[in-house]
């Protein structure tokens, strides 16, 4: 059964700390990676990954998949208190139109 | 650009009661589309997806059904609403290029009393 893990669960930082999301998976006919921010509405869009260890990076956030141990890491740097969330990590798969999400990371930065 | 529209946002139903969620995409032809359910505190549960009009694809049976009478259109609806339906509905929607990113909808809450 295809799975996306996703750790820690939740994850309580200071402003300016830097964390590191993890999300592994375990699918067949794996296509993309995808990674949400979901604050208390719907997720929005972050990153797409596709190929091993080639940064995406936007602003404080980066990313990067290894597609031989099958995990991505999603870093945030000097953390903000806008960047309380719940982070998503979806995988796309290719034959299916259908994306296998893991169960999120909560962070939390306090002020 | 593309957008992606859900209705209502909200909405407080009794047990039993029957359920009609619309989700309309613009901008795109032919998406495929989905819809999600997300419990409080809790991942995202895929429902139903589509490719085409009048194509479902059902991932969880229960008491919800989907419909897509035309290309940009995907309804959710039940004839009578459980106390576990509720929840934070998704729609979202991608487009069959090489690699599908997927975006969503604002969502609905429903809360079933």
């Known amino acids: 059964e295809d799975k996306v893990v996703q750790s820690p669960l939740s994850l309580v930082v200071h402003e300016g700390d830097t964390v590191t999301l993890n999300c592994s998976y375990e699918v067949t006919n794996f296509r993309s990676l995808l990674w949400y921010k979901q604050e208390k509405k719907a997720p929005t869009f972050l990153f797409m990954l596709?190929?091993?260890?080639i940064e995406k990076k936007s602003g404080r956030l980066s990313s990067i998949l290894d597609k031989k141990e099958l995990f991505s890491i999603l870093n945030i740097t000097a953390t903000q208190t806008g960047d309380s969330a719940v982070y998503l990590c979806?995988?796309?798969?290719?034959?299916?139109?259908?994306?296998?999400f893991g169960t999120g990371t909560r962070l939390k930065v306090l002020a | 650009s593309q957008t992606i529209h859900q209705w209502p946002a909200t909405l407080v139903q009794p047990v039993g009661s029957p359920l009609s969620l619309e989700c309309t995409v613009e901008?795109?032809?032919?998406?495929?589309l989905y819809w999600y359910r997300q419990a409080a505190g809790r991942g995202l549960q895929l429902l139903f997806y589509s490719v085409g009009i009048g194509q479902i694809s059902s991932e969880v049976p229960q008491n919800l059904s989907a419909s897509r009478p035309q290309d940009r259109q995907f309804i959710l609806s039940s004839k009578k609403l459980l106390l576990s339906d509720s929840g934070f509905y998704l729609c979202?929607?991608?487009?069959?290029?090489?690699?599908?990113?997927?975006?969503f909808g604002p969502g609905t809450r429903l809360t079933v009393l």
């Open positions: 979806a995988v796309a798969t290719s034959g299916t139109y259908k994306y296998i």
């Open positions: 596709t190929s091993s260890g």
């Open positions: 901008g795109t032809s032919n998406p495929n």
């Open positions: 979202a929607w991608s487009v069959l290029t090489r690699y599908n990113e997927q975006f």
